[in-house]
């Protein structure tokens, strides 16, 4: 018998602002697929979130949009998005995005 899927990632997975995805998902593939998506989540949370998991058989990670957000806020230098961020992310809050954090 096959396992659940995990499926992690920022709003886009949980379906709360963007289209809810993971309940047809599961239907398609006749598994149960468990939605780890949390909104303004960048890829550092996903992650954090994927290796705290149970074990699953399968996986579906969709994230990097709000990372790219939180470094167009870094270039204008818009503070109050970035705190949010940070915030939201359990981020350090002397974090600055930099383009290596987009692959961790």
Known sequence: SLGQVGCFGDSHTEGVYGAPWVASLQKQLG????????????VESVLRRAE????????????????????????????????????????????????ESYGA
Do not use: F, H
């Open 52 to 99: 705290t998991a149970s074990p699953l058989q399968d996986a579906t990670i969709l994230a990097g949009t709000n990372n790219v957000l939180m470094e167009l806020a870094s270039r204008r230098d818009n503070q109050a998005m970035l705190t949010v961020y940070r915030a939201l992310n359990l981020l350090p809050i002397d974090y600055q995005p930099r383009i």
């Open 31 to 42: 598994r149960v697929c468990i939605n780890y998506g949390k909104n303004a989540w960048t």
